[in-house]
C-alpha cells in the first residue's frame, strides 16, 4: 500500500516551452500533496503544498507563476514548469501525505521522481 | 527557523558492521520525525517516530526517538551492500510540511 506515482520519470525539453509533471497516489487518497526540488548530492527542497479542491501554498523564493501546481482530486497533483530554463533542470518530486482516517495521518509517501533538463 | 542536523555526513563501513545514524531537531511544534532512504530515486519511507523511547523495528533496521533531547536514532545492524545509500531524516511539525536534514551518505564495503 500507499504507492504513489509520477509521470514521466524524464523529460528533456527545449528552452521556453512548457512541462507538465503528474504525481498520484495510487492506492490511498491525498488531500495534500507537496513538490520537491533535489539537485545533486543535496537534500529536498520544499517547493510548494498542493491542497485538493483550492491554491497550493509556495514556500518563500519559489514562483508560482512559473511553477504551476493543480490538485483537482485526491488521487492526482500536477506541477506544470512554464517557459523553462536550463536553470529549471533538476530532480523533481512529489509525495502524498495519507488523509486522516486511513492512517495517522502524518506519513508522507514519496513518488519516484522526474528528472527534467531543459536545454 | 525549523532545523535538522544529522550525523555523520558520510560513513564507510564494511558489509556485517553495525551502523548508527543520527538526527538532531529543532522544530516549533513537533508532531513526528520520519526516517526515509534514498538511493538513486526519490526516498523510500523507513520509520515515522512520534513517541518518545518506543522503538520502531523492522528487519535490522531499528529506529528511537528522544523528544526531550530532541534527537532519532536510526540502527542499522549486520549491514550489507544493498544497505548502500542517503539516509535522510525529516521533521514534521504542525503544519505537517517536511523539514529535511541534509542525510547521511552510507557506503557499506563488501
Known amino acids: 500500500g500507499a504507492v504513489v506515482s509520477q509521470h514521466p520519470s524524464r523529460v528533456i525539453c527545449k528552452s521556453g516551452t512548457s512541462v507538465k509533471i503528474e504525481c498520484r497516489s495510487l492506492?490511498?487518497?491525498?488531500?495534500?500533496m507537496f513538490w520537491y526540488r533535489q539537485f545533486p548530492k543535496k537534500s529536498l527542497m520544499l517547493m510548494a503544498t498542493s491542497n485538493e479542491g483550492s491554491k497550493a501554498t509556495y514556500e518563500q523564493g519559489v514562483e508560482k507563476d512559473k511553477f504551476l501546481i493543480n490538485h483537482a482530486s485526491l488521487t492526482l497533483s500536477t506541477l506544470t514548469v512554464t517557459s523553462a530554463h536550463p536553470e529549471d533542470s533538476s530532480f523533481y518530486i512529489c509525495s502524498a501525505r495519507v488523509t486522516p482516517g486511513q492512517g495517522t495521518g502524518y506519513e508522507q509517501y514519496f513518488g519516484p521522481g522526474t528528472r527534467l533538463t531543459v536545454t | 527557523e525549523d532545523k535538522v542536523v544529522q550525523s555523520p555526513l558520510s560513513l564507510v563501513v564494511h558489509e556485517g558492521d553495525t551502523v548508527t545514524l543520527n538526527c538532531s531537531y529543532e522544530v516549533t511544534n513537533f508532531r513526528s520525525l520520519l526516517w526515509y532512504k534514498q538511493e538513486k530515486k526519490a526516498p523510500t519511507f523507513l520509520f515515522m517516530l512520534t513517541s518518545s523511547g518506543i522503538e520502531k523495528k523492522s528487519g535490522r533496521l531499528s529506529s528511537i526517538l528522544d523528544k526531550k533531547e530532541l534527537f532519532s536514532i536510526l540502527n542499522i545492524t549486520a549491514t550489507q551492500t544493498g544497505d548502500s545509500a542517503v539516509y535522510l531524516c525529516?521533521?514534521?511539525?504542525?503544519?505537517?510540511?517536511?523539514?529535511f536534514g541534509t542525510g547521511t551518505r552510507l557506503t557499506i564495503i563488501p
Open positions: 525529516a521533521v514534521a511539525p504542525g503544519n505537517e510540511k517536511l523539514t
Open positions: 492506492d490511498f487518497q491525498a488531500t495534500t
